[in-house]
């Protein structure tokens, strides 16, 4: 009888936390459509188009949302309510979002959470600022890369909260660029050397290392015989906590040959590992 009981009550506690809201709904807001990029449940990351009853539910009744970019908090949002099947891919879902923000770039983020996603302020240095230039110029010589350092983006965060910044660097050669309605443009690669860099700075027991999070080099131009066109494109479009464990994420958009999407790394103690991942492609 006891044993019964206690299985009764492991089921029911089972369905209740399969049932309850979910901890975070991360939203990315492109020029033509708002994606449901996915759901923290528990601690796992679903996708939008696997969500429990309740994160649907959720979605369905409003998500009081906080807008973010690489700058830290831009205001508020509400959204959700009706979902659809994205316009290129039908694995995305799409939904709605009202802010009286006018946003500076696309694409940017949302996210319907209980906590501060934004608990560390971000600092932004020139890209002309000889430190870094010089930086990079040392990464693209260890790479044997020949073409200039061309400095996209410099952030500078405390991400991991262990009081010391991080620096977070893209570099581009061509370089980045956004077109008139402030969305990021995909820049493809021509000549043998043109690259995209994104790196971080992490000052571990009084030493700083180099963190790769991502490179692109052209190796070959593309000549149209085999093998797709490439694109350099790389940015770092937000920097916030999407998991409510107090250390910040990175979000790296990028394109690629007809796609688009983005990867977002977290500090895991010893290096930076993907934790979640979005994109739509052809
Ligand atoms: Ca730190
Ligand atoms: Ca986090």
């Known amino acids: 009888m006891k044993q019964v009981f206690i299985g009764l009550l492991l089921t029911s506690s089972l369905i ?8 975070a709904v991360l939203l990315r807001l492109d020029l033509d459509e708002t994606v449901i990029v996915g759901a923290l449940e528990g601690n796992k990351w679903v996708d939008a188009e696997d969500l429990s009853t309740s994160s649907q539910a959720a979605i369905a009744g409003g998500l009081k949302s906080v807008l973010f970019n690489n700058t830290g908090v831009i205001g508020k949002a509400m959204a959700g309510g009706k979902v659809s099947i994205g316009s290129t891919c039908d694995w ?11 946003l500076p770039y696309l694409p940017t983020y949302a996210i319907a959470a209980a906590w501060n996603p934004v608990p560390r302020a971000i ?9 870094y230039q010089k930086i990079i110029a040392d990464e693209l010589q260890q790479r044997k890369i020949a073409k200039p350092a061309m400095v996209s983006q410099v952030l500078q965060v405390d991400l991991d909260n262990d009081k010391s910044n991080e620096v977070l660097i893209v570099a581009q050669n061509p370089r980045l660029s956004f077109d008139a309605q402030n969305r990021l ?11 995209s860099l994104v790196l971080v700075r992490k000052v571990i027991a009084g030493k700083v290392q180099t963190f790769s999070l991502s490179e692109r080099v052209i190796e070959k ?4 015989t085999s093998g797709q066109p490439q694109v350099l494109t790389q940015f770092i479009s937000a920097i916030a906590d999407i ?7 990175i979000f790296v958009d990028d394109l690629v040959h007809e796609g688009y999407g983005v990867n977002i790394y977290n500090w895991n103690g010893k290096g930076f ?8 492609g052809v």
């Open 185 to 195: 443009n995909g820049t493809y690669g021509s000549e043998k050397g043109e690259y």
């Open 273 to 280: 590992s993907k934790i979640l991942e979005w994109g739509c």
């Open 16 to 23: 209740a936390l399969a049932q309850s809201a979910p901890k």
């Open 123 to 131: 600092s932004s240095i020139a890209n002309t600022n000889a430190t």
């Open 243 to 249: 998991d409510g464990d107090g250390k910040m994420e």
């Open 92 to 102: 995305v879902r799409v939904t709605d979002i009202s802010t009286p923000v006018k």
């Open 221 to 224: 131009p593309f000549d149209g």
